[in-house]
């Protein structure tokens, strides 16, 4: 495999205008598929999560999931889009074995939403508009395994297995329009545009919206024009870059090869390129060709579908608050400062802050703990914070026994191990590891405990209610600590020991 | 007569994955050109009041509830497949063709 020649990014930019372009694809978390009832459930056994429609027999009829319908009206109010108040599926005709049917279910003319926006917010607080296109509803297809030949790639393989659990869950792809003017901050915008969409669809409850399991997919389009020159060159497409760092390198690394193909005078070949993620670079998949020509024509076996402005509505006032939304009153509620409340959603514990503040903790207390202690054990276990196992529950009871003052902040660090080493609860950690003591009170208590015992016949006295002997437990204590106990508390103390009122 | 000319059945037929000979290219044109011709006509017949519609019933929001119904064991999945191994269908790599 021949290595891609580039150009720095810096000299990229300053030569070439960065034009981009996304399809995003979000996997529904129906219970089942688009136009089966097969169970929509990602791990399972190959081909148990199958039945004749997912496997295209002959004479089998498609019926749409009501569900998946409402989800994508959903995603594209959230998208700021116009829902189409009429739509029709087409089928996509292709021959691959991951579609059995030899087309896909998708739409073509009239997708269920379009003209929408996102406002993507970039590190430092610039606002970038990304114009949607349209989102449209379409199945997945099934999952091939490449065998023999190099481990797991197409290129040389033997053969190749397929299970179609996948087969027919339901898809919604978010196209966007060409995307001008991100300069230099196009790899972040690229990435911070793939992490909005997620949330998006996270936050509506519509996908599991794990990149990892392939719930949400990017395919990133990239093209580079001269400075000044208003048609676009030549794009790529980028296919399945699958992580958020991902996206942002791939769009950083294709910016940089095609500014050395356009150095050199050649056109950029307009083709699909694969990503790999261990060498951080793309290579050529196939050149656009016949084989795109897709002959789409209406689905015959699925009739229109109608979103009345009644059912558009009633399914906006189930909207939750839009991300960003939420972000700006969550950091005026916690007067947190720009940079603290970034630090916060970097480290991905924003929302359990907002628990741990809605289980009593005050903001600076919830954030004090989060992010001074418990960021850095979860990056130690390697594991997301939230997945560590601290309930704020814990965090509320921790910070009651400081102030308190039962405990100091050292013990708090202490007991709040012993809580994620699984010993119990805040307050039976104190106690089983004995660290209910004020530090200053122990070497009084020592000296108590000594004279107490150089003293059985008075300490029996003061049972008894003799309280005028304890003078000569105090003297002893004063005597031991050279005079530089507080008497009233070592008298205090005493009693307490024995048990006896003062 | 439509613009339907043999190098187009060609790269229909090529995409279609139908094998077809020189004898049978030149008698395709003819047909299609045909059957496009009398497809036309109905186009024809239908004037701008008739809106354009993808499905002959007038049905809209034929839906199924989200809820799980059958599935087949891998076994009866794969019971009419070629070839199969670890209960997943086999297939012959397919790189070159796309």
Request: with cysteine.
């Amino acid at each position: 495999m021949s290595t891609d020649a580039t150009l720095s990014f810096e000299e990229a930019m300053e030569k070439y205008d960065p034009v981009l372009g996304f399809e995003v694809h979000v996997e529904l978390n129906t219970k089942t598929k688009m136009f089966s009832s097969a169970p929509n459930v990602f791990g399972d056994e190959p081909n148990t999560n199958v039945n004749e429609v997912d496997l295209g027999m002959p004479g089998v009829l498609p019926v749409v999931n009501r569900t998946a319908i409402e989800s994508s009206i959903k995603i594209g109010l959230a998208l700021n889009c116009k829902i189409a108040e009429s739509c029709t599926f087409a089928r996509k005709q292709y021959f691959y074995p991951d579609t059995p049917k030899n087309f896909q279910t998708s739409q073509y003319e009239d997708p269920i939403a379009y003209d929408g926006y996102l406002d993507i917010e970039l590190s430092d607080g610039t606002i970038f508009r990304v114009e949607i296109e349209r989102a449209h509803m379409e199945e997945d297809a099934g999952k091939l395994t490449h065998m023999g030949g190099s481990a797991g790639r197409i290129q040389g393989a033997d053969f190749s297995l397929v299970d179609y659990n996948r087969s027919g869950v339901p898809l919604v792809e978010i196209v966007t329009k060409p995307i001008e003017g991100a300069g230099s901050r196009a790899p972040e915008l690229a990435k911070a545009y793939v992490a909005a969409v997620r949330e998006i669809v996270k936050n509506l409850g519509v996908s599991d919206a794990k990149m990892e399991r392939g719930n949400v997919r990017c395919d990133a389009n990239v093209s580079l024009r001269p400075h000044g020159r208003e048609r676009f060159g030549i794009r790529s497409e980028t296919k399945n870059v699958n992580s958020l760092r991902a996206v942002e390198h791939a769009v950083r690394y294709e910016i940089q090869r095609h500014a050395a193909v356009l150095d050199s005078g050649e056109p950029v070949v307009q083709e699909t390129r694969h990503w790999h993620e261990d060498t951080r670079t793309t290579t050529s998949g196939r050149a656009k060709s016949d084989a795109d020509d897709y002959r789409y024509f209406p689905e015959p076996d699925l009739v229109p579908i109608v979103a009345s402005r009644e059912w558009v509505e009633e399914l906006r006032a189930t909207l939750p608050e839009p991300p960003a939304a939420r972000r700006k009153r969550l950091q005026a509620d916690w007067g947190y400062s720009d940079l603290e409340f970034r630090d916060v959603v970097n480290a991905g514990v924003m929302d359990e802050i907002e628990e741990t503040i809605a289980a009593g903790a005050s903001a600076t207390v919830a954030r004090k703990w989060w992010m001074g202690e418990i960021v850095g054990r979860a990056k130690n276990a390697d594991v997301d914070p939230g997945q560590l196992g601290v309930q704020p529950a814990t965090i509320v009871e921790l910070n009651r026994l400081v102030e308190d003052g039962k405990i100091n902040n050292k013990m708090a660090t202490e007991v709040l191990d012993g809580v994620l080493a699984g010993e119990g609860t805040p307050a039976e950690i104190v106690e089983k590891r004995g660290l209910a003591v004020v530090s200053d009170d122990g070497p009084l208590l020592e000296a108590i405990d000594a004279a107490l015992a150089a003293q059985p016949d008075v300490a029996e006295k003061i049972r008894g209610g003799k309280l005028q002997a304890i003078g000569a437990i105090v003297g002893g204590v004063m005597k031991a600590t050279r005079g530089q106990a507080d008497a009233a508390r070592v008298r205090e103390l005493i009693l307490e020991k024995l048990g006896v009122e003062g | 007569m439509a613009a339907i000319n043999r190098d187009d059945v060609a790269h229909l037929a090529q995409l279609a994955h139908i094998e077809m000979n020189a004898e049978e290219l030149d008698r395709m044109a003819g047909e299609l050109a045909v059957i496009v011709d009398s497809v036309k006509s109905v186009s024809e017949a239908a004037g701008d009041d008739v809106p354009r519609t993808s499905h002959p019933i007038p049905l809209t929001n034929v839906f199924r509830e989200d809820v799980v119904g059958h599935t087949f064991t891998a076994e009866q999945a794969l019971s009419g497949a070629p070839d199969s191994d670890e209960n997943r269908f086999k297939v012959p790599a397919i790189l070159d063709e796309a």
